[in-house]
Each structure stands twice: as C-alpha cells, then as structure tokens.
C-alpha cells in the first residue's frame, strides 16, 4: 500500500478515536445547547482576522524556531524521523496529510476544542490554559517511552507546552474561540518540521 493511502487512513482513524470522547460527552452534557462543531469551536473566525493572522504568524515562528533547536540537539533520532522522511517531493502529499490532519486536526479537536474548553468552564483562561498545555505536552511521550530516554522525553513534554499555549492564546483570545486557526497554525508549524526530513 502506499506511503499516501496508508496515511490517509491513519488519519481518519486518528480523527475519529480523538473526536470519540468529546463527542460522547457533548451527547451526554450539550446536544439540545449546540451543535458538536460549535461546541468544539470548529466555527468560523469572526473577529479581525489580520490581527488573529499576525498572532497565529508570530506564533508559528517563536514555536518552530524551538522546535528546530530541540529536534537538531536532542530529538534528531530514528524513532522521531516522519513515514515520508528521505522521499523528496513524492512524499510531501503524505507529509501534508500527516501535518494538517492526522496531527494537528485530530489533537486540536482533543486538547483546544475539548480539554481547554470544558476546563476554562471551571478555571480562568490562564489555569485552563496551563493545564492543557501540560497534558498536550506529556501526549507526545506516551507512546514511545520505551524508545526515549531521560534528556527525549523531557524535551518531548517541554516543546509541545509553547505551542499548546500560543494555540490556546489565539484561538481563545484573538479568534473568538475557533480552533481553526490553532489547527492551520499546528499544521504549519508540524509541516515545516516535517519538510526539513523530506
């Protein structure tokens, strides 16, 4: 199978098993309030969109400059290489796919569509925020503590907790609570790793 269609199937599969919980507990607790998608945020930005785009652009490139210092002194290892690391050009549709979707779509529906939305309901903004950040962060090591060590796994919790929280910050704060630019934002910073190992 190809390296293309083998990503695309992950990737509804990853949707699926991320939306599955905040699906259940939008049934269980917001079904008669509002709709799934607008409960997640995934709804249209309606607030300036420059000003969100300057702060979504920003973001990408504090997180992406950490990101490539962390990956060329610590996290440059086999087990951290993408499926399309070494194809070129022929693996970039994977690539994207794996960025956009599989990745960022699949985790922003997870951790800012559901896990920062239902804890700012019980804290602020900036406990919620911090919260999130830190579950997004020790994600990135829950499947591969085998394959990690010590100076990995630290680096794999400690990078993702900037992003988490400038996704947060925008979504919330400049995009009136829509995960789409957090999600355009997470799979801009995720394929620009990613291009860098074609």
């Known amino acids: ?7 695309l199937l992950s990737s509804v599969v990853q949707v699926l098993l991320f939306s599955l919980i905040p699906f259940i507990v939008w049934l269980l607790t917001a079904r008669k309030k509002e709709s799934f998608f607008s409960w997640i945020g995934f709804k249209k930005v309606t607030s300036d969109k ?82 999130q950040a830190i579950i997004f962060g020790f994600a990135h090591i829950v499947l591969i503590l085998d394959k990690i060590n010590f100076v990995e796994g630290l680096a794999l919790v400690i990078f993702p ?23 355009l934002m997470h799979g801009t910073m995720n394929i620009l790793l990613r291009v860098a190992q074609l």
């Open 1 to 7: 199978m190809s390296t293309f269609i083998t990503e």
């Open 50 to 131: 420059k000003e969100c785009a300057k702060y979504a652009i920003g973001a990408i490139i504090i997180s992406d400059l950490v990101g490539m210092i962390v990956y060329k002194f610590v996290l440059d290892a086999d087990w951290n290489r993408s499926t399309s690391a070494g194809m070129g050009i022929i693996g970039l549709p994977s690539a994207i796919l794996n960025s956009y979707i599989h990745t960022a779509f699949s985790e922003e529906i997870l951790f800012r569509g559901f896990i920062q939305k239902r804890l700012q309901r019980i804290f602020s903004f900036k406990v919620a925020t911090i919260i």
């Open 161 to 183: 907790i900037i992003p988490g929280i400038l996704i947060a910050y925008v979504n919330e704060k400049k995009a009136d609570g829509s995960i789409i630019p957090g999600w």
